[in-house]
Structures are given as C-alpha cells and as structure tokens.
C-alpha cells in the first residue's frame, strides 16, 4: 500500500513537542539547542477506510538544516519505524520543494507509482477542452498521442476526450492491441484513432497523455508539446516540452492540513469538485492555473 508523510515545519513540530510532558517546561531556546540529539517522530496516523495512509512527522526544531540533512532524518525516521509500504507523496507543511523531491526520486524513498490516476483523468479532460478552445480552435488542428497501458483505461479516456479533437493517436509495444482497441472504439462511438508504430514519430504531437513510467520518448518531442504523466514521481532531465507532472488542490476533507495538497493526496476526498483545482506541478515548478495556460499560449 502506498503511503504519504507530510512533514510538519519547525514551529509547529516545536509546539507539538511543547505538548509532550517530557518538553512541556523546555524553554523552546533550549530544545532548539539539544534538536541535533533528538529523534525524529510520527506525531499522527491518518487513516482512511480504517486504514493508515499517511503520517504527520517532525524532523526538526531548527528553521533552516541542509536538503541533505532533511533527507537524512527523512531516511532515519523511515528505517526507525519500519515503515515498509511505498512512499508516494512527501509534503512540507512549509511548501513544495522540487529539488529536494527530485533527490528523494533519486534515492528510491518516493517511488513512481499511478496512484492518483482516477483524478487525473477526471481533470486532464477538462483541460484539453480548454486548450483546444482557447488556443487550436479555427487556428490548427490538434493532433493528440496517448501512450497507453491497459485497454479499458483507454476507452474510458477517450469517452472524456473532447469530441472537437479528431486527431487522436495511440502508442503501445503491443500493436495487435492497439488495432483491436482501435476497432472497439470506432464501433462503439464512430471515432477513428490513428495508430503509431514507431515511438520515434513523437515529434508530430502537441499533447501527450502518459500512462506509463517509461518517459524515453520524451527524447524525440516536439518543442512545445505538452506531456501529462500520469505516473507521479518520475525522474527526467530538462526537456524542451511541457510536463504536466501533477494537479494541486485547494483542500482535503478528511485531513485537517495546512498546505494545498496534490492529487495522490486529494484521492481520498469524498468527492472531486473542479472548483478545488488550483495549481499545476510542471517542468519541476508550481504555478497557478492561470499561468499554466499563459505556459502553454492558451490565454
């Protein structure tokens, strides 16, 4: 099972020590001078359908340690406690930091893993609607790729695609599949998908939607184009195209946190409303909605 922690910032991690009755008359002068001795600890369970799927965690009292240092106690705390479930999301309560979550890809603690797949495909749809209104419209026509893994997520996808967009392609190793998926889809709603057979042939599409961890054709993309992962917590080098890593929501309802929260977070609200979606995780930043339709000249 997939777990996420999310990693409290030095003043409340100094509150909730301030909590415990073994530093409850510490002077918070001296537990910031003895933090180099103390342990990190798991200050809370969240679960989710009786099950645990997240911790609350302090690692230090100190404001400013090395990204080093963070993944350090982020590793001792894990081996500590012997949490042995994949780690897919890490969250600090202070904001995001991509470059830290890039070494902690690197590292193997956050693993890749499509476990907010059911809300991305919820939004990605409505984002190419968007695009392709405000931008392709009457100009030129869209041509969409999507790599795909399983047939029936396929389907299901492209029954939210937009109907405007008739250039649609499908990529997989398997093209026997690809060939059966395309004749379901053109009996089942009149939709005609061209096939690709070479990954190499990338270069021709404006947007991508990615269901695999496998992100080496991102090596033979056109400039500009716009990538949609629906793997979280994959490692690429700077790529000239524009990769949608992930969505960021306004809220949770069943967690009572501080910071907006991505979707492998988001998943476990009751319900998926439009109106929480506020930021994109894209090429190793986030920005606002508004700027990422400025990113991809849909504004």
């Known amino acids: 099972m997939d777990v996420f922690l999310y990693i409290l910032n030095s003043d409340r991690?100094?509150?909730?020590?301030?909590?415990?009755?073994?530093?409850?008359?510490?002077?918070?002068?001296?537990?910031?001078?003895?933090?180099?001795?103390?342990?990190?600890?798991?200050?809370?369970?969240?679960?989710?359908?009786?099950?645990?799927?997240?911790?609350?965690?302090?690692?230090?009292?100190?404001?400013?340690?090395?990204?080093?240092?963070?993944?350090?106690?982020?590793?001792?705390?894990?081996?500590?406690?012997?949490?042995?479930?994949?780690?897919?999301?890490?969250?600090?309560?202070?904001?995001?930091?991509?470059?830290?979550?890039?070494?902690?890809?690197?590292?193997?603690?956050?693993?890749?893993?499509?476990?907010?797949?059911?809300?991305?495909?919820?939004?990605?749809?409505?984002?190419?609607?968007?695009?392709?209104?405000?931008?392709?419209?009457?100009?030129?026509?869209?041509?969409?790729?999507?790599?795909?893994?399983?047939?029936?997520?396929?389907?299901?996808l492209i029954r939210k695609i937009p109907f405007t967009i008739k250039n649609i392609y499908i990529y997989s190793q398997n093209e026997i599949s690809s060939v059966k998926v395309s004749e379901d889809i053109l009996k089942d709603t009149g939709l005609s998908l061209g096939i690709i057979k070479d990954i190499k042939k990338v270069n021709r599409f404006d947007i991508i939607i990615n269901f695999k961890d496998d992100t080496n054709f991102i090596n033979w993309v056109k400039e500009k184009s716009v990538i949609f992962n629906i793997y979280n917590n994959i490692y690429y080098n700077e790529s000239k195209s524009i990769i949608v890593e992930d969505f960021i929501f306004y809220s949770s309802d069943n967690f009572n946190f501080k910071s907006n929260i991505p979707s492998s977070i988001y998943k476990y609200n009751h319900g998926f409303r439009m109106k929480d979606f506020v930021k994109v995780k894209v090429n190793n930043d986030i920005v606002d909605k508004e700027e990422f339709y400025k990113l991809v000249n849909c504004s």
Do not use: W
């Open 13 to 156: 991690y100094m509150e909730e020590l301030k909590e415990q009755k073994k530093y409850k008359f510490v002077p918070k002068y001296l537990l910031k001078k003895i933090d180099v001795f103390s342990k990190e600890k798991i200050i809370e369970k969240f679960k989710f359908n009786n099950n645990i799927v997240g911790y609350s965690i302090g690692l230090t009292t100190l404001k400013n340690i090395s990204e080093e240092k963070t993944i350090q106690k982020i590793e001792n705390l894990i081996k500590r406690n012997l949490i042995e479930d994949t780690i897919s999301t890490i969250i600090f309560e202070n904001g995001y930091n991509c470059s830290m979550e890039d070494k902690l890809i690197k590292k193997n603690i956050l693993i890749s893993n499509n476990s907010s797949k059911n809300v991305k495909l919820k939004i990605i749809p409505h984002i190419i609607k968007n695009m392709a209104n405000k931008s392709y419209q009457l100009k030129q026509d869209l041509e969409l790729l999507i790599i795909y893994k399983d047939e029936d997520e396929l389907k299901n």
